[in-house]
């Protein structure tokens, strides 16, 4: 069973950055993606980011383009999500979560492993 766990969520204020980390251990993979998913408040979750492991290709939703960066970390099983310049509607509980497959998706049901979330919350 693969267990996921994000953290770096926190409170910043507005035109801020933060770095969310994941890690995902319990197997050993070989070529996969990870991924980054937001559900806001009386929203619907929604893609963010995601980067597959082996080739390094990154897609990113349209919201967060040009102000995000995922990237993989040394560690294998490892990724990262630079936020800069956040902005009050990037709010939300932050998923990251993992795909048995290395072609980077943006939707949510082709990914198999899920963390819990961390909170982001951007102040005005």
């Known amino acids: 069973q693969v267990r996921v766990v994000e953290s770096g969520g926190g409170l910043v204020q507005a035109g801020g950055s933060l770095r969310l980390s994941c890690v995902a251990s319990?197997?050993?993979?070989?070529?996969?993606?990870m991924g980054w998913f937001r559900r806001a408040p009386g929203q619907e979750r929604e893609f963010v980011a995601a980067i597959s492991w082996s080739s390094g290709i990154t897609v990113y939703g349209d919201s967060v383009k040009g102000r995000f960066t995922i990237s993989r970390g040394n560690a294998k099983n490892t990724v990262y999500l630079q936020m800069n310049s956040l902005k009050p509607e990037d709010t939300a509980v932050y998923y990251c979560a993992v795909r048995d497959h290395p072609l980077a998706t943006t939707r949510e049901n082709n990914y198999d492993s899920w963390g819990q979330g961390t909170q982001v919350t951007v102040s005005s």
């Open positions: 319990g197997r050993t993979f070989s070529s996969y993606t």
